[in-house]
C-alpha cells in the first residue's frame, strides 16, 4: 500500500478493538469448492512442505502461527525482504531470473496488474470457496479478481478516504464539516483569514491521495482490455476538475506545500497548522501519532462530494499472493487465503503491532468494530464511520500494469504545474500524453477514447 511507511503510527488507532469478536470464515477448503479441488487441498495440506513468505507487515508471524498450528505438516519461512518498491525489485528481478522467489508475496492492490501481465502470479480461483468474494466488499474483491472468474490474490488491507478535521477550531469559527467541495474552498479562505498561520489542509502533495480523489470524482483512467492492450484516459472531465480544485485553492494562497511524511509535516497537524486531511483510514492513526497535544479535538467525516452523493476513494491497501513459480501452488493458496480471511487470523491483522484496517465484511460490521471508541477523537467510534465509508466507494476501478511511472508523470507534470501555478488542464493532458508514450514503449496497444 501506498501506506507502508505510515503503519507503524496505525497501530494505536485500533489497539482496543476486535478483542473478542466472533467471526465465520469461509476457508479454502469449504465445502462449497469443488470435490476435485478439495481433495487436492486435503493431499497438498497433509504433505510435509515448506513455503516461503515475503511480507513486510508488522505481527504477519501472528498469521502464520495461527496457520501451521491448524496445518502442522506446513512449515512456513517468514522473510521480510524490503517493504513495497524494495520487495517488487526483487521480485521482478527473480521473475527475469526464473529463480530465487518465495512462494507467497505480500503486494499492493495497484501492483497486482503489473505482476499479473509479468505472469507472476498463480490464478488460486481453484482452491477457493464458489462465495469466496462475497466475504469482501464488491469494490474489494474487484482489486483481485476479473471477469474470467480468476483470482490473483487476497485482499488484506484497505484505505478508505474520509475527512479528518479538528472539531475545537471548525466550531470557533462558525465551520460544519464540509459536505462538497464547494464548502471546503469556502471553509479554506474563511479559516486561514481568521488565522493566517492556519490552512484548512495542506496541498495533496502525494500522488496515491490524489489518485484516491480523482477515484472519488469518478475518474476511471484504465481498462486493460487484453493482456497487450489497453484504454488510458487520465485527463477525463473528473481529473482536470479535481486538479484544477486543488490547484486553484494553492494559487490562492488557502493552502501551504509541505512536502509529506516529513518530521515538519507531522508537526503541522500538532501545531494547527493544518486543520484537516481528505485521508484514508489508516490515516487515523497517522494523525493521532502526530498531534498528541490535540487530543479530544478531532473528528471525522465523509469526504466532500462533487454531487452531493455519498461516495469515496480509496487509497491504500494490500494483497497476499501466490507465486506463479511456486511449486507448491495449492498450499500456498490455502496460506494466502488463512491469513487474511480466517476468523483469528482476520480479526488478529487490525490488533497492534500490525494496525490493517479490516476488508472482510465480517469484522466490518462486527459489534466490536462498530463500538469501538477513541478518545483521540473525542471518544467517537472513528473506525466505525471509516467502514461507513468504506462502503461508499467508487467501484470498477482499474489501476495500470505500469503503476510506478504512472505516480511519477503525476509528480513531473501535474505537481510540477501546480506548484508553479500553471495551467493544470495542460498538466493533466501532459500527464496522459507521457503515460500514453511510455504505455505504447512497453509494447501495449493503447486506446483513448
Known sequence: MTSIKKRSVVVAAVATLLASTVLVSVSAQSANAAPAANAAIKKAMDTPTTLTFWSWLPGQQNQVDLFTAKYP???????????????????????????????????????????????????????????????????????????????????????????????????????????????????????????AKQYISNMVMDSGNMNGLYWQAGARPFKMTSSTAINIKLNDA???????????????????????????????????????????????????????????????????????????????????????????????AVLADFVNTDAAAAVSLTKPPTGDFPVMNTVLSSAAFSSGTNEFYGGTTVQKNFADYNATVGKNYEWSPFQDQVYTYWTNDVLDAILKKTDTAAAVDKWQADTVAYAKAQGYTVTTN
Open 73 to 195: 505438516k506446513i512449515k512456513v519461512k517468514l522473510v521480510n525482504v524490503g517493504s513495497g518498491g524494495a520487495e517488487y525489485s526483487k521480485i521482478k528481478a527473480g521473475l527475469a531470473a526464473k529463480a530465487g522467489l518465495p512462494d507467497v508475496a505480500q503486494i499492493e492492490f495497484q501492483y497486482v496488474p503489473t505482476f499479473k501481465v509479468l505472469n507472476g502470479l498463480a490464478n488460486i480461483a481453484p482452491y477457493l470457496s464458489r462465495t469466496w468474494k462475497s466475504q469482501f466488499p464488491a469494490w474489494i474483491s474487484a482489486q483481485v479478481t476479473d471477469s474470467n472468474g480468476g483470482v490473483w490474490a487476497v485482499p488484506q488491507d484497505s484505505g478508505p478516504m474520509g475527512l479528518l478535521y479538528r472539531s475545537d477550531v471548525f466550531a470557533a469559527n462558525k465551520i460544519t464539516p464540509p459536505k462538497t467541495w464547494a464548502e471546503f474552498a469556502t471553509a479554506a479562505a474563511t479559516l486561514h483569514k481568521a488565522d
Open 238 to 332: 473528473a481529473t482536470k476538475k479535481v486538479t484544477k480544485f486543488w490547484g486553484d485553492l494553492y494559487s490562492a494562497g488557502n493552502l501551504p506545500a509541505d512536502p509529506y511524511w516529513t518530521s515538519d509535516w507531522n508537526a503541522a497537524f500538532n501545531k494547527g497548522k493544518f486543520l484537516s486531511w481528505p485521508a484514508a483510514a489508516w490515516g487515523i492513526g497517522t494523525v493521532a501519532a502526530a498531534a498528541a497535544d490535540t487530543k479530544g479535538n478531532w473528528r471525522s467525516a465523509p469526504l466532500p462530494t462533487w454531487d452531493g452523493k455519498a461516495v469515496s476513494g480509496n487509497w491504500g491497501g494490500s494483497t497476499v499472493a501466490v507465486m506463479s513459480t511456486s511449486k507448491n501452488v495449492i498450499a500456498a
